[in-house]
């Protein structure tokens, strides 16, 4: 059965203070990972896909990789505007297109 | 672009009562997507329809309904509102065409229903 699990849950850093998110996965063969940015009261927004294990992608502060069994998102020096909750969702190659989405984790950015 | 709208936005409902929720998309996007969220429970998939014409059910399909009206609409109906079904339903679309790499989905704000 596929499945997804975000960790931590929540995560309070100071503004500045680097530090990654995790994903781990279990999937029936991988056809991409996503990661997607929530903010309170708004649909998901998409930041992220990774296709095979090594790959590596970056935006502004966020940078996301993955290996064959999880995914990191990695925040250098977080702003406030950074708060919100982040999302991992795997598609795999057989059955449906729908993402398998974890719960993500809430992440707040102190100034 | 507008991208994905839902409507409406905030709706509350009695149990037993019916209602549409209703989706469009202006990306010329072939795949459309519902999906629920709970509270500690990732986003799930209630109904999806491939390409115009089709629709398929999803890991929480039961007591929803779906019509693909056309390539930019795609509505999702509660026939007999439950308790159960207070939730944040969001759409989505995607290309649908994974083999040119193009299979990201792009979500709607959603919409909040309350069923007392």
């Known amino acids: 059965e596929d499945q997804v699990t975000q960790s931590p849950e929540a995560l309070r850093l100071q503004e500045g203070e680097s530090s990654s998110l995790n994903c781990s996965y279990t999937v029936s063969g991988l056809r991409g990972l996503f990661w997607y940015r929530q903010d309170p009261g708004k649909g998901p927004e998409f930041l992220f896909t990774l296709y095979s294990a090594g790959e590596e992608k970056e935006k502004e502060r966020l940078k996301a990789t993955l290996t064959k069994k999880e995914s990191f998102l990695h925040i250098t020096a977080p702003k406030p505007e950074d708060s919100a909750t982040y999302l991992c969702a795997v598609q795999a190659r057989t059955g449906a297109n729908n993402l398998f989405f974890g719960t993500g984790t809430r992440l707040t950015v102190i100034p | 672009n507008a991208g994905v709208t839902q409507t409406p936005k905030f709706q509350v409902l009695k149990t037993g009562q019916s209602m549409t929720l209703q989706c469009a998309q202006d990306?010329?996007?072939?795949?459309m997507y519902w999906y629920r969220q709970d509270p500690g429970m990732g986003l799930r998939l209630i109904y999806y329809s491939a390409s115009e014409g089709t629709t398929d059910k999803g890991e929480v399909p039961n007591g929803y309904n779906v019509s693909r009206l056309n390539k930019r609409e795609f509505s999702l109906r509660l026939e007999s509102a439950a308790p159960s079904q207070t939730s944040v339903y969001f759409c989505?679309?995607?290309?649908?065409?994974?083999?040119?790499?193009?299979?990201?989905?792009?979500f709607g704000p959603g919409t909040r229903l309350l069923v007392l």
């Open positions: 990306m010329n996007h072939n795949s």
């Open positions: 989505a679309s995607s290309e649908g065409l994974w083999a040119q790499g193009l299979e990201t989905q792009y």
